[in-house]
């Protein structure tokens, strides 16, 4: 599509909250920082959309705004409601939430969110605010380390509880963890989501795929500096050095699990 950037920024956040969990610490950031993260956006002239919009402008079906960002929560925290919401307003962005559904407050809940999260009334008021509500599994395990039963239920059932609760089936899918493979993706797409999110800490482009973008991590640690060094894709390979490591060491563990599992039913 002629004048479609190569790469998009998406910003991948946790909780928004002042005093966080030890469990989530490391990936939520304060309302205060993530105002200030915010301005940079609107100061450098991108415009936030949603997973879905940003899919559809790279799958043809329309061209895409100046400078497009996506900002994007997992897990389903509730300082998303109780202090992102209110500053997404005033600058009149979107975002895409990705919920675990079995953590979630209500008749579904399993009770191993690691800190405080939404209630499924939050989730509809976010909805009708212009958030879009995705998938992020229904009890957050590695997918690819999964059976494909339990793989199947994992997605299915996070796919139809946000049908039921919100009135919408969900289009966009973030894999917990980041992590997925060939069957997973395989999965998630023939459960009829259109677009799946990871991590990679790189710019998302379309050459990866509509099963594998790619995002950004946005961590406590992340100042005001270096926020807007890597919304402009600068500084990457520095700015997620550790990371980047930690994916390579479980890539092994992962290759190593799925030879064990591809063995143990012909022995």
Known sequence: MSGRPAAVPILMYHAITVAPTPAVRDLSVTPAAF?????????????????????????????????????????GYDGVYRHALPALARHGFPATLFVSTGWLGGPYGTGDAPD??????????????????????????????????????????????IADEVGTAPESFAYPFGHSS???????RGLGFRQALAVGNTLAAPRQGPYALARLTVRRRTGTEEFARIVEGRGLTRAFARDRALTKGYAVVRRTRQAVRLWLPEH
């Open 35 to 75: 105002e200030e993260q915010l301005a940079v956006l609107a100061d450098g002239g991108f415009t936030p959309l949603t997973t879905t919009a940003l899919a559809a402008a790279w799958r043809g079906d329309g061209p895409l705004p100046p400078r497009p960002v996506l900002i994007t929560f997992d897990d």
């Open 182 to 188: 060939r069957r997973v993706r395989r999965t998630v």
């Open 116 to 161: 405080t999260t939404l209630d499924w009334d939050q989730v509809r008021k976010l909805a009708g605010a212009g958030v879009e509500i995705g998938g992020h599994s229904h009890t957050h395990p590695r997918l690819d380390a999964l059976g494909d039963e339990r793989l199947r239920h994992e997605v299915l059932r996070c796919k139809e509880i």
